[in-house]
């Protein structure tokens, strides 16, 4: 048994609160009657649900996880060099997959899932997911160069759209800056190629937020299943 709103956030319908509104809007049959009591428990297996006349489902078959990578693993699920995967730290390793990937040495927030269609338009160039990164470099880079990797353009190895980037601290004794770089591409090594292209060297690069998603809680090593409200917003920033 379970309430109805949660159940319809569970089947991808919308979020939790989303789904209060649909049910208040009188768009939500059990069995055939609109219901428009909030709170109401339903037997997810035996009783049916129409949302503006569809019919939904809970699909038990679809998993989705967020990992918080530690540097030192592969963002792989077999690796022939025989290097520790991320497959490691998640619990359903036969059945997850990684939303595109961090480098060995970049640690965050990683996506995996077995829904092949979101991995696809997740990761596909045109759909354009923010994407947060903190990155520590060495030397502080002068105030001229960050400008120029924000405006966009050539970097040497392919060109890059304007990003964001913000100071978060410098440290003069070691001569390192700290910032939080917002990128809406996924290049190849892109926030590392960004820096070494303005004479920099990576000291770390942590991913903290996929659009709205963000590690909050989630200790380095750990992961867990997105919440319903998580994967209605994943499949909407999916265009799904
Ligand atoms: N940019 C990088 O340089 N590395 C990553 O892992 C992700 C983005």
Redesign the pocket.
């Known amino acids: 048994m379970m309430r109805l709103q949660k159940f319809m956030a569970m089947a991808g319908v919308a979020s939790r609160r989303q789904s209060e509104k649909l049910i208040e809007a009188g768009k939500v049959k059990v069995n055939g009657h609109v219901v428009k009591e909030m709170g109401m428990k339903i037997d997810e297996k035996r009783d049916t649900i129409h949302v503006q006349g569809k019919r939904v489902f809970i699909n038990e078959d679809k998993l989705y996880y967020m990992l918080n990578k530690p540097r030192g693993y592969v963002s792989t699920v077999n690796d022939e060099k025989n290097r520790k995967t991320i497959m490691e730290l998640v619990p359903d390793e036969e059945r997850l997959y990684p939303v595109g990937?961090?480098?060995q040495n970049?640690s965050g927030i990683l996506l995996l899932t077995n829904d092949g269609d979101l991995t696809y338009r997740l990761t596909h160039p045109k759909h354009e997911v923010t994407?947060k990164?903190v990155i520590k470099v060495k030397p502080i880079p002068s105030k001229e160069k960050l400008s120029e990797l924000r405006k966009g353009g050539d970097i040497g190895v392919y060109s890059i759209a304007p990003c964001e980037i913000r100071l978060r601290r410098f440290d003069e004794e070691e001569n390192t800056g700290t910032y939080e770089v917002t990128i809406s591409e996924?290049k190849n090594?892109?926030?590392?190629?960004m820096f070494e292209y303005i004479g920099c060297e990576v000291v770390t690069?942590k991913?903290i937020a996929i659009g709205e998603l963000t590690l909050k809680g989630l200790r380095l090593g750990k992961s867990r299943k997105l919440t319903p409200d998580e994967i209605v917003y994943v499949k909407k920033l999916a265009g799904i």
């Open positions: 990937r961090l480098d970049t994407k990164y996924g090594r892109q926030v590392r190629n690069l991913r």
